[in-house]
């Protein structure tokens, strides 16, 4: 199974390109690298179920709908999200670009930042960020949210693969406290999956790429509504 999910993702991940770049942990003063970039042998993949969605589209569309979220975008524009994501987040290390060929947005929550070297306890001085990031997903309410949670390769296996997960429940039980619908939110640990490695493991730098929280945004409009309801009714 693992196998195949890494040839899946190696497929995918030729479509996406990455930039890197330093910011400052505003805890530490300690100079990081955000953006997710392509790094490690071979080429590596961000953003999680790349062009997909945790569980499928259909059921979580109408399972959103019936839980607040209305019907089409109404004058939305992805890059307004994105500037607006960028502009509460800034100087954060949060790195926010658009992914999916433009259909989505990843907001990418830095190592060291979010929560503290092993712990899945989000740290309190990051949380007026997060605040930020529910505050905007309320405010475009007609999506639907993945949170990933991934690990370098330092380690077991087995401990990665929870924390990974506990990671991106934390986060998305958040945000859920923050009064994002939780019909929107579904999560998934993907541990030391090689598959999903943006740097390379045997530099600090590479791990701590490797070590991060990823939030995808999926917009949804009236016709995506409409092909889930017909999809639905023809099961």
Same mark, same amino acid.
Request: charged letters at 20%; glycine letters at 18%.
């Given at each position: 199974m693992k196998t195949n999910r890494i040839f899946v993702a190696a497929l995918a991940s030729v479509s996406l390109l990455g930039v890197s770049a330093c910011v400052t942990d505003p805890n530490?003063?300690?100079?990081?690298?955000?953006?997710?970039?392509?790094?490690?042998?071979?080429?590596?993949?961000?953003?999680? #179920?790349?062009?997909?969605?945790?569980?499928?589209? @259909?059921?979580?569309i109408i399972g959103a709908v019936a839980g607040g979220a209305g019907g089409g975008y109404v004058g939305y524009r992805m890059d307004q999200q994105i500037k607006e994501l960028e502009e509460s987040t800034?100087?954060?290390?949060?790195?926010?670009?658009?992914?999916?060929?433009?259909?989505?947005i990843l907001v990418n929550l830095p190592d060291g930042v979010t929560? &503290?070297?092993?712990s899945y306890t989000i740290n309190q001085t990051f949380r007026n960020? #997060?605040?930020?990031?529910? &505050?905007?997903?309320t405010q475009y309410p007609?999506?639907?949210?993945?949170?990933?949670?991934? @690990?370098?390769?330092?380690?077991?296996?087995?401990?990665?693969?929870r924390l990974s997960e506990q990671r991106a429940q934390a986060v998305s039980n958040y945000m859920t406290s923050r009064g994002v619908s939780q019909s929107r939110i579904r999560w998934q640990g993907f541990g030391e999956n090689p598959a999903y490695f943006v740097g390379d493991n045997a530099t600090a730098q590479g791990r701590a790429l490797n070590r991060r929280v990823?939030?995808?945004?999926?917009?949804?409009?009236?016709?995506?509504?409409?092909?889930a309801q017909r999809a639905q009714g023809n099961r």
């Open positions: 530490t003063g300690e100079q990081k690298i955000s953006r997710t970039v392509l790094g490690g042998a071979g080429g590596a993949l961000a953003g999680g #179920l790349l062009g997909g969605i945790i569980g499928g589209k @259909t059921g979580r800034a100087g954060t290390g949060v790195d926010v670009t658009s992914v999916d060929n433009g259909q989505a929560f &503290a070297t092993g960020t #997060l605040d930020n990031v529910a &505050a905007n997903l007609n999506s639907l949210i993945d949170v990933y949670g991934y @690990t370098d390769s330092t380690g077991s296996e087995d401990f990665n693969q990823e939030i995808k945004i999926i917009p949804f409009d009236q016709d995506d509504v409409n092909a």
